[in-house]
């Protein structure tokens, strides 16, 4: 109806990589029924070439690297990816870093139900022993004691609607549940970490001595080297300021002065060339965490002052809304590679 209403003839289609996607396979049927080129686009570049997009850079530009930080989206390696560091121009990306791999409880329920996130990386950081020895005289404890753990348990080791999850908006969810903020459920997915960051106190956000802010390291995942952010040491933090009942609003902005440091030390490594000369200074920050405002403004400020040319969003939304223009410019761009493709073979 649309392309006969615009009279619009494409020359291509463009798909989210995710197969089970209602619009993948609409793509996929229209792109066989007009014997159209198909192009499966991955959700987190597509965030970032929405950028690229927006800030006018031509489509011949050379790698730039990424931040896209969400809630979730397709990978390439069939796990739900969230918290990604990309190194990508319009036809292509390589993954750098991430976050660490959790599973999400209960599949899309762990959206709805923020503590299932943070049972998950209790058991993932610690396990339930350690646990309950170090911090039973916390509510939180008390709280989590009283779910069904026989079942839960059993879903996380047998991996039952529990997949893999590198998501940074989990982890805010997770932060959040175990402050008490929309421990127990959501009326809309990312309201936990809405409120969190409504509660962070200035005063610490500014002013405290960074040594407090929560610490998080990095790490490489065994089975394929790529550098993650490991939350341990957040964790460790965060329940011990739960057991000296520091004010949330003081936790809140020590989670955020935390992540803040840790994203700009992937990114930082990430601009190294091996011989440790810099390799790329512009950046592009993009995804639906990044509507976070004290996140955004506390890594816009440390990597520009570290030299590195910033890049968002100011028209195209950093969240989903902008994902369709991110996908037709891969498609456009991939379109383009392989018309030259040819034309050089032909010569």
């Known amino acids: 109806h649309y392309q006969h209403l615009f009279e619009h003839k494409p020359d291509c289609i463009a798909v989210d990589l995710h197969?089970?996607?209602?619009?993948s396979k609409l793509g996929r049927a229209q792109a066989n029924f007009g014997h159209l080129p198909v192009f499966d686009i991955q959700h987190h570049h597509a965030h970032l070439a929405a950028c690229l997009v927006e800030n006018g850079i031509c489509v011949t530009t050379a790698p730039v690297l990424g931040v896209v930080l969400d809630?979730?989206?397709y990978g390439e390696d069939d796990t739900m990816w969230g918290g990604e560091f990309l190194l990508a121009d319009y036809a292509g990306f390589t993954?750098?870093?991430t976050f660490k791999p959790v599973p999400m409880l209960g599949g899309t329920q762990?959206?709805?139900e923020p503590w299932r996130n943070t049972y998950a990386h209790v058991m993932a950081e610690m396990g339930w022993a350690e646990f309950a020895m170090n911090y039973s005289d916390l509510p939180l404890c008390n709280f989590l004691e009283k779910k069904p753990r026989v079942m839960l348990d059993r879903m996380l080791n047998h991996r039952i609607n529990s997949p893999l999850a590198s998501s940074c908006g989990r982890l805010f969810d997770a932060a959040a549940a175990a402050m008490g903020i929309c421990t127990e459920h959501v009326f809309y997915e990312g309201q936990a970490a809405m409120e969190m960051e409504a509660l962070v106190d200035e005063d610490t956000?500014?002013?405290?001595d960074e040594s407090l802010a929560y610490p998080f390291s990095i790490l490489r995942l065994k089975h394929s080297g790529l550098p993650y952010v490991e939350p341990l040491g957040m964790w460790q933090a965060l329940l011990g300021d739960l057991i000296l009942h520091?004010?949330?609003?003081?936790?809140?902005?020590r989670f955020h002065k935390g992540l803040a440091n840790v994203i700009c030390q992937m990114v930082t490594q990430g601009s190294q060339s091996p011989d440790g000369h810099d390799r790329h200074q512009t950046m592009v920050l993009s995804g639906g965490v990044f509507q976070n405002q004290v996140l955004f403004e506390l890594v816009k400020g440390k990597l520009t002052a570290e030299g590195f040319n910033v890049l968002s969003h100011k028209q195209v939304p950093m969240n989903d809304g902008g994902i369709a223009l991110g996908q037709a410019a891969i498609a456009a761009a991939r379109s383009l590679q392989e018309t030259n493709e040819v034309r050089s073979t032909c010569v």
Do not use: F, Q
């Open 95 to 97: 993954r750098v870093g």
């Open 205 to 208: 956000l500014h002013h405290e």
């Open 71 to 73: 809630g979730l989206g």
């Open 110 to 112: 762990a959206i709805k």
């Open 246 to 253: 520091t004010p949330v609003p003081v936790m809140a902005a």
């Open 19 to 23: 197969p089970e996607y209602l619009s």
